[in-house]
């Protein structure tokens, strides 16, 4: 079974920062794309980052400039730095994982709370 915790989320004012880190067991972190994602009351889950296992990043065009998205695989650990943070980005936020060899199970994180002031 593969499990993903997260931590980091919490209160802050707009143009703040926040640093999410998510570990994952059950699964070799080396072989697995990760990803960031979040949900606002009322909307879809969305795409917040993403990094392959060879280290390829990618951002949601709202986040480029803003979130940086990297990992420690000696950590078993992706984080998710959140700089510059707007009223906008208050959501909760996810971690995902994805194997990319069989038996390519997806996990997801219980998700964390960003609530960002004005």
């Known amino acids: 079974q593969v499990q993903l915790v997260e931590s980091g989320g919490g209160f802050v004012q707009a143009g703040g920062s926040l640093r999410l880190s998510c570990v994952a067991s059950g699964t070799r972190f080396s072989i697995n794309d990760m990803g960031w994602y979040r949900q606002a009351p009322g909307k879809q889950r969305e795409l917040v980052a993403s990094i392959t296992t060879g280290g390829i990043t990618n951002y949601a065009d709202s986040m480029k400039g803003r979130f940086t998205i990297s990992r420690d695989n000696a950590k078993n650990t992706v984080y998710l730095q959140m700089n510059s943070l707007k009223p906008e980005d208050t959501a909760v936020y996810y971690c995902?994982?994805?194997?990319?060899?069989?038996?390519?199970?997806?996990?997801w994180g219980q998700g964390t709370q960003v609530t960002v002031s004005s």
């Open positions: 995902k994982s994805e194997e990319r060899v069989s038996p390519r199970r997806t996990a």
